[in-house]
C-alpha cells in the first residue's frame, strides 16, 4: 500500500490510501492536512496506516508542527492512530465537539481534549475551520464536520462514500456513486433529522467536498448536498412504507 498525496484546494492536501480487498472493487481511506501556521490533520486513519499517513505529512511539512487533531466521528478509520499523532507532535491537540469529548475522547485521548461549541471557529493561520456538530449524520452520536471558510472546502466525512479508487478530485456526479456505496455498505443512519443536516450543509455553499473514502467533488456542492438530502428523504420515506 501507499499512501497518494494530492493538493484538492489552497494548501489542503488529500492523503489517501487505497486498501483493495474492501468491498467489490476495494476502497480508499483520505485524510486531510490543511497546511498553515497552526497545521490541522482531518482524520488520522487506523492504527495500522499510521507510518502511512505519517510519512506522507512529513513530505508537507514536519510532523511535530501539527497543532490540531481532528476528525468526523468515533470510529479507526477516523481516529484509530488519534494517541500516536499526539505522540509524535507534542503541541497538538484534539478538537472535538463538546458532545463527543464528553462521551468518549476525555477518555481515549492520551492528552485532554478542546471542547468546541457548535459553529465554533479555529483561526489556523490564513485558513479558518468552523466547527459543525451533525449529530448521527452520516453515524455516531458525536458525529461532527469542518467548514474551511477561505476556500469554501467542506470536509464532508463519510459523506458521499464511493468505492473504487477514484481520481483525487472530480467534477463528475458524485450522488450516483454514494447512492451505490450506501447499498452496499448500509453506513449512514437513516433518521427524520439526516435529510435536514444535510440542507443545513448546502446552506454553508461549499464548492469542495473533501471526501473520507473516494474523489473529492469540485462543483455545485448546494446541488450536491440537497440531492444527497433527497436521497436519504427517499430512502427513509420507502422504509416506512
Ligand atoms: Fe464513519
Ligand atoms: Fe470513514
Not at 500516536?84 to 485521548?109: K, Q, T, W, Y
Not at 475551520?129 to 449529530?135: A, E
Amino acid at each position: 500500500m501507499e499512501t497518494r498525496i494530492d493538493e484538492v484546494a489552497d494548501r489542503i492536501f488529500r492523503l489517501s490510501t487505497f486498501v483493495p480487498d474492501i468491498g467489490p472493487t476495494g476502497f480508499t481511506f483520505n485524510q486531510y492536512l490543511i497546511d498553515d501556521d497552526e497545521p490541522l490533520l482531518f482524520h488520522t486513519g487506523h492504527r495500522a496506516m499510521f507510518p502511512l499517513v505519517s510519512e506522507a505529512i512529513a513530505t508537507v511539512t514536519p510532523l511535530d508542527r501539527l497543532r490540531w487533531i481532528t476528525f468526523g466521528h468515533v470510529e479507526a478509520d477516523e481516529c484509530g492512530s488519534m494517541n500516536e499523532f499526539l505522540a509524535a507532535a507534542p503541541n497538538a491537540r484534539v478538537a472535538h465537539g463538546a458532545l463527543g469529548c464528553m462521551v468518549s475522547i476525555n477518555d481515549l485521548a492520551d492528552r485532554p481534549p478542546v471542547p468546541l461549541a457548535d459553529g465554533e471557529v479555529i483561526e489556523l493561520g490564513d485558513h479558518r475551520v468552523r466547527h459543525i456538530d451533525t449529530p448521527h449524520v452520516p453515524h455516531g452520536w458525536e458525529a461532527r464536520l469542518l467548514f474551511e471558510e477561505t476556500t469554501s472546502t467542506l470536509l464532508c466525512g463519510d459523506l458521499f462514500t464511493q468505492l473504487g479508487d477514484p481520481p483525487a478530485i472530480s467534477t463528475d456526479d458524485v450522488l450516483g456513486p454514494a447512492a451505490k456505496a450506501e447499498d452496499i455498505f448500509g453506513y449512514s443512519c437513516l433518521t427524520p433529522r439526516t435529510g435536514p443536516t444535510i440542507r443545513s450543509l448546502a446552506d454553508l455553499a461549499p464548492t469542495t467536498l473533501a471526501v473520507m473514502h473516494g474523489s473529492c467533488y469540485a462543483g455545485d456542492g448546494v446541488k450536491a448536498l440537497r440531492s444527497l438530502a433527497d436521497e436519504y428523504d427517499a430512502r427513509i420515506a420507502s422504509a416506512g412504507a
